[in-house]
Every structure is written in structure tokens, then in C-alpha cells.
């Protein structure tokens, strides 16, 4: 079993996991998932963040700890920098195997670790700016950040070899084998990690990009070499690469986003898929970028991951029982919670025997501040007539999209 050594005293030891489970219960991992924990050596030893027993995590990390010399019970601190049971969830065997161990988190952290886990005993609370001196010159220092993406986060620094531990930020789906370094990713990978950071990013801290801009600005004086967070690659090339990378996915929920649209639909009978491929053809002839993403074929955490990053959304949905389409209603309730705000929308689609969805979408989308492009309906199979009202509408969206 293999560690990863950012220094001569700090390890990466990761499991990757790889299962048909749903991260957080929601979200789809095909390509999986790594949790990592970080061991640093001083006189005293600590190990940054913990992890769920989830596809044999501690034995891969519990082996990887090993290839060091290391195991749990030689642990002299315990830092939780997020309460999150990916992060948390092996506490209590944890506390079996070392009851010596300091547990140390935030004020919230700890009452966290008292509710999840009863234990009461060994627990130091830390706030911005403390310090754990693990003896040899090595010293660690918290900074709270609280709601990325939970109210009890915190980050850990250690300034000899410039590494944030960041957890659950600056994170990513997608398992990493045998390597966890950017540096030893091609081109090809990164590109696969780039999208898995964004759906990543657009499923679990989207509704919270205030406080990631708020706690970049509070990290932002940090000389940071390495960024370690607890899922994905660790970054000791490129840092700012990663850091870049969340503050532009965070200035996407002030909008305007990218100049590029996410078609999303569905269709019972085909009749609304005719007024999609006619939008589709007027966003052609403008030239915009477009993503298209059927529901409920296609899973939300793809169509978030797209749709949150578009500076425009088609929506197109038939009217089902004089309300909108359930897959539909489902997505936007989603972006509801995820705050999907300051779009430029194109809501589009067909009805039987009477409308209806336009009442519900109006009020499901109240305090989204989208901007809309007028919405088109139609009785039945679109018309030669409504077909040209479509395909204007597509490209009156496009251009406003590439304008703005």
C-alpha cells in the first residue's frame, strides 16, 4: 500500500472508493471517489481528517499508514477539519483503537462530534487563528470557514511546506489510483477531473459560493505550495490552478455564467422534442455553445453540473395534469436549492388538452432573478408557424446570452 509524501514529514494516505452508492444519497459516482487523510510528524503525531468506512477505506488507509510505519493508535491529534460522516463517519472505531487521541475541531465541530458520535471526552476546540505546535518546529494553524458547505469547517495551514488542508474544498469526484499528485495526470485526465470538479462543485457547495469568496479572501494572504483537499488530486505543481478554478465556478451564482446555454427537456410524446430541436437550430445559427440534457434520462447531477455554469437555460417541458411535467418541476426545485440564479431563460413547451405549467413555473421560479426570453406554448404537435417562433426564440436566447 502506497503513501504520498508532500514532504519529508507530511503523507497522503487515500482510499478510493468505487461503488453504485450515491454520494451524500443524491449524487451518482460512477468513476468514483477518493477520500483522503494527511498525516503530519512532528515529535507528536497528528492525522488531518478521517473518513467513512466506505469500500474498505480503513483498510486502505489503515495499510497506507502502515507503509509508513504509522497506524492509528501511534495518532496523537486528530483534526476534523468538517464534521461531514465521509469525513467523520469511522470516529468511533476510531476512538477504539486510540482513546489517547486529542479530537480537535471548531466550537461547532466538536458539538458535532458529541451528537454524531457521544463522544465527550478529549476534545479540543479551536478558532481562527489557533495554533497546534506538534513539537520539531512544526506547527499548525486553524482558520474557520464556516459553510463550505458546512457551519463548522475549517481549514488546516502548515507553513514549512506551504500546504492547505482544505477538505471538502478545492475538492472532486473521480477515484485516483495509483497516483494523487496533478503533476502526474495527463492532459487527457485533468480534462476528466476538470468536469468532475464542476459537478462536484455545482452539487455540494453551489448554494454556498458567498462563503467560498468569503473564505478565499480570508486565505488569500496563505503563500500556498500544495492545496490538499480531502477528495481528489493534491495540487503541489499548480496550485492556483485549482484555487482560480472555484473562484471562477463561485462567481457563476452571481451570473452571468459562461456564454454558452444548457438545453434541458422533456417530452411525453415527442411533441414538446419537436420545439427543442427548433430552438436547438436557432442557438446553432448564432453560434452559441449549448449542452442538451433529456430528464429524466439523464441524472440531475449532470444537468446541474451544466446548467449551472450556462449563462442561459432552455427549459422545455409539456403541461402533465394542468402542471408542469414532474421531471421538469423536480429540476427546477433543484435549482431552487442550489440557487441558480441570474440566468437568461427560454422556457418552451406543448399541451393537450389545456395549458397549466405556466402558472407553476412562474411561482417556482420566484427569487431565482432570471432574466426571461418570452416563453412559447403550443396546443398539440408544433405548427410550421410555431416552428419559426421557435427557432427566433433560439436565437433571440443566444444572442442575449453572447451579449451580456
Request: aromatic share 12%; with cysteine; proline share 5%.
Amino acid at each position: 500500500m502506497r503513501t504520498d509524501r508532500i514532504s519529508d514529514f507530511i503523507h497522503c494516505v487515500h482510499a478510493d472508493i468505487e461503488t453504485t452508492d450515491l454520494f451524500e444519497g443524491i449524487w451518482p459516482i460512477p468513476q468514483g471517489v477518493s477520500l483522503n487523510a494527511y498525516a503530519v510528524r512532528g515529535e507528536k503525531i497528528a492525522l488531518i481528517d478521517l473518513f467513512r468506512d466506505w469500500s474498505d477505506a480503513a483498510g486502505q488507509i489503515g495499510g497506507g499508514l502502515a507503509s509508513e510505519g504509522l497506524d492509528f493508535s501511534l495518532v496523537d491529534y486528530l483534526i476534523l477539519n468538517h464534521l461531514e460522516p465521509d469525513h467523520s463517519g469511522w470516529l468511533r472505531e476510531f476512538r477504539e483503537r486510540n482513546p489517547r487521541a486529542e479530537i480537535i475541531a471548531t466550537a461547532k465541530g466538536i458539538n458535532l462530534v458529541k451528537s454524531f458520535y457521544k463522544i465527550e471526552d478529549s476534545l479540543r476546540t479551536v478558532k481562527n487563528g489557533d495554533t497546534l505546535d506538534l513539537g520539531g518546529g512544526k506547527i499548525l494553524t486553524f482558520f474557520e470557514v464556516p459553510n463550505i458547505h458546512w457551519p463548522e469547517t475549517m481549514v488546516t495551514w502548515e507553513p514549512l511546506s506551504g500546504t492547505l488542508f482544505s477538505c471538502d474544498a478545492f475538492g472532486s469526484f473521480g477515484a485516483l489510483g495509483n497516483r494523487i499528485f496533478d503533476d502526474e495526470f495527463t492532459p487527457e485526465e485533468h480534462d476528466f477531473f476538470e468536469k468532475e470538479t464542476l459537478r462536484y462543485y455545482a452539487n455540494i457547495v453551489a448554494s454556498f459560493s458567498t462563503f467560498v469568496e468569503r473564505g478565499m479572501q480570508k486565505l488569500a494572504d496563505l503563500p500556498i505550495k500544495v492545496v490538499a483537499p480531502s477528495h481528489g488530486m493534491v495540487w503541489r505543481k499548480n496550485p492556483q490552478t485549482i484555487l482560480d478554478r472555484y473562484r471562477r465556478y463561485a462567481s457563476y451564482a452571481k451570473g452571468p455564467g459562461e456564454k454558452e446555454i444548457a438545453v434541458i427537456w422533456g417530452s411525453m410524446y415527442g411533441n414538446t422534442k419537436l420545439g427543442v430541436d427548433a430552438v436547438v437550430r436557432g442557438i446553432e445559427a448564432a453560434g452559441v455553445p449549448y449542452s442538451i440534457h433529456r430528464v429524466p434520462d439523464e441524472n440531475i447531477s449532470w444537468v446541474l453540473a451544466d446548467a449551472y455554469k450556462s449563462g442561459g437555460l432552455v427549459l422545455a417541458m409539456p403541461t402533465y395534469e394542468y402542471a408542469v411535467f414532474p421531471p421538469m418541476a423536480y429540476v427546477i426545485d433543484i435549482f431552487r436549492r442550489k440557487h441558480i440564479t441570474g440566468k437568461t431563460v427560454l422556457r418552451i413547451g406543448s399541451w393537450g388538452w389545456v395549458g397549466g405549467a405556466k402558472k407553476e413555473y412562474q411561482a417556482a421560479i420566484e427569487g431565482l432573478s432570471w432574466t426571461s426570453v418570452d416563453s412559447l406554448e403550443w396546443a398539440g404537435a408544433p405548427g410550421p408557424e410555431d416552428l419559426v417562433a421557435l427557432e427566433a426564440a433560439g436565437r433571440k436566447l443566444a444572442e442575449a446570452v453572447r451579449n451580456r
